[in-house]
């Protein structure tokens, strides 16, 4: 049995695109645009009990944002998380 499964999970955020100049500034107000960062997309992987795991990689290829999401820190975007039998829902942990 697994003790943790992470299924397709996904997340992506909204970066602000900021414009230099004199008149960008007064479009940047008016007009923001933003840029979507996919942070984590599509993992999958299942964990047992007692087996020891390393979740290495390059810089900048989502390690942290996946473990903020098996967390409860961060709601994933798309997918699922169950943690010892349990569905880790879109909504925050409160207690």
Known sequence: MSLIKAHHLSKHFRVYQHRRGTWSALRNFFSPSYTLVRAVEDVSFQIGRGELV???????????????????????????????????????AED
């Open 54 to 92: 390393g979740y290495i990689g390059p810089n900048r290829v989502g390690k942290s944002t996946t473990i903020r999401m098996l967390t409860r820190i961060l709601v994933p975007a798309s997918g699922q998380v169950v943690v010892d039998g349990r569905v880790l829902r879109g909504e925050l």
